[in-house]
Each structure stands twice: as structure tokens, then as C-alpha cells.
């Protein structure tokens, strides 16, 4: 129950949806014109910016099932980026009929090719257990990768998590060092947590550099050889 209760408070925030995200002002009036005919003929970039203009009524009217189709011909093509905006589409019912199966299949497809985000995404729905079996391991590693490649967000939760011992041990520095990475960006209550727990007396783990030994000179065999012979 306590697990449970801590699961809760860690992971209820939800990265923005493929809508809110074209509607933040990353899609512009213009992209549609400016893209459609790469779109038609096969550019999977393109076929995504379409998207995201119907997604967002930005020079189209809005209309998520055109968006449907450019995505899905995108992601066909290869297109990461659409990869993880068909599984937001899925997480957040958007065109189709909510289902968490398909948001953690497309999260992971995305996350195995590097997108940090869905590398988020796909650790928050293996924390809380939706479509997939709860496994904390699991979503460590996931707000790992996204934590070292730079988002906040993971490395936000990746903290929480050691911090609180739901992925293994726990391990207060290694948290530390985490809530650094995103107190740096402003993320959520990462400074106030980085001075609790220097308050603690907590300091950062000692990385401890490989320093090789130095070979030391050794001679020959058949120098010692002609030795012997004199």
C-alpha cells in the first residue's frame, strides 16, 4: 500500500499530447503549404508536419483522421517522431479509442530508437502498470536513457525512484546527482529536493577515473640470453 501510495504522487504528471504539442506554436500557419507536396510524394518529415497542421487547425481545418493518415504514413516510413505522437494519439484517445497496449508498443518503438520522450512515456506507463505489467526496473531504465539524453523529466522521476528505493536499493547520492540534471532546467520541485537532501549531508557520488598502470620496462629474452653467453 505504501508502494502504491508513493507510485501515485511519483508519476501522475503527463507529457502533452500530440495536439497540445502542435498547438504550442512548434506548428505554423505556413507548415501545411509548405509541406504537402513533399508529403505527397514520400517525404516521411513532411507527412508528420501535415499531421501535426491537422492536429492543430494550423492553415487546415482541424481534422484528426487526416492527421491519422499522414502519421501512419510516416511512421511507415520510418519517421521516429510519429512513432511517438501515434502513441500519445492512443494515450490520450485521440482519433481512435483509448488504449494503453498500443501507446506502450508505439513508446517503445520510438524509445528504442532514441526519443526521449517516448523513453519517458514508456517508463511512466510501466511505473504505474498501464498496458504493460508494472515493472519499476523497467521504468528506471527508461527515465535513465531519457535522463542522460538530456531531459529533465526523466531525470526528475529517475530520482524519485532511487531516491525511494522502488527500482532496487536505495541510493540518496545517485538521486542527488539526478535531481541536479533537473534543477538545472527548472523541472518541478527538483531544487527544493537537491537542498533537502544536501541538508541531509548528501553529497554526489565519487566518480573515480580509470587511470591504467604504467608498464614497467622489461628486457628481453635474448638480451638476457647474450648476457649468459659473455
Keep these: 500500500m505504501v508502494v ?4 501515485a504522487a511519483v508519476f501522475l504528471p503527463a507529457s502533452l499530447s500530440a495536439q497540445s504539442l502542435a498547438e504550442s506554436g512548434f506548428i505554423r500557419n505556413t507548415d501545411y503549404k509548405e509541406n504537402i507536396e513533399k508529403a ?3 517525404n516521411p518529415e513532411s507527412q508528420r508536419i501535415v499531421a501535426e497542421c491537422y492536429l492543430a487547425g494550423a492553415g487546415v481545418p482541424k481534422d484528426v483522421n487526416e492527421a491519422w493518415k499522414w502519421l501512419v504514413k510516416a511512421a511507415g516510413n520510418g519517421d521516429i517522431d510519429s512513432h511517438y505522437l501515434i502513441g500519445t494519439l492512443y494515450r490520450d484517445g485521440n482519433g481512435v479509442r483509448q488504449n494503453y497496449e498500443e501507446s506502450a508498443y508505439w513508446f517503445r518503438k520510438a524509445g528504442k530508437n532514441g526519443h526521449h520522450r517516448a523513453q519517458v512515456e514508456i517508463a511512466r506507463q510501466f511505473a504505474e502498470g498501464l498496458g504493460v505489467q508494472q515493472d519499476y526496473r523497467i521504468a528506471a531504465e527508461n527515465y ?4 542522460e539524453g538530456g531531459d529533465p523529466e526523466g531525470a526528475y522521476y529517475y530520482a524519485r525512484l532511487v531516491s525511494e528505493g522502488l527500482a532496487g536499493m536505495k541510493d540518496l547520492p545517485k538521486a542527488l546527482k539526478y535531481y541536479k540534471k533537473a534543477a538545472v532546467a527548472d523541472f518541478g520541485d527538483a531544487r527544493e ?3 533537502e537532501l544536501e541538508s541531509q549531508g548528501v553529497k554526489e557520488p565519487v566518480v573515480r577515473k580509470f587511470v591504467p598502470k604504467k608498464k614497467t620496462a622489461t628486457r628481453s629474452k635474448s638480451s638476457k640470453s647474450r648476457k649468459r653467453r659473455r
Excluded: D, L, P, S
Excluded at 502504491?4 to 507510485?7: G, T
Excluded at 535513465?144 to 535522463?147: D, E, N, T, Y
Design 4 to 7: 502504491a501510495a508513493i507510485a
Design 40 to 42: 505527397v510524394n514520400g
Design 144 to 147: 535513465w536513457r531519457a535522463a
Design 193 to 195: 529536493k537537491v537542498r
